[in-house]
């Protein structure tokens, strides 16, 4: 994870070094992806990724808002299953 900015401000989280067949590739991320929110919370800051991650640590399914290397933004949903 890298922090990704554009004009100046930050927008959420770059990921690289995705593996093939990793759990990160099975949901649909790839690498250059920016993270930019789960269930509509922001990832602008470290700050507020914790923060996302303390609301959402018993969440069953999570909505990751992602920005393609090309700018096409998609959503991925992701059930956790017990």
Do not use: C, W
């Amino acid at each position: 994870l890298v922090p990704a900015v554009q004009m100046g401000h930050p927008i959420g989280f770059k990921l690289y070094a995705i593996q093939p067949g990793s759990l990160y590739a099975r949901i649909g991320l790839e690498n250059g992806d920016t993270l930019l929110s789960i269930n509509g919370y922001d990832l602008t800051s470290a700050d507020k990724a914790l923060e996302t991650y303390t609301r959402l640590r018993e969440a069953s399914t999570y909505v990751l808002t992602v920005q393609r290397r090309h700018g096409q933004s998609i959503e991925i949903v992701v059930s956790i299953e017990a």
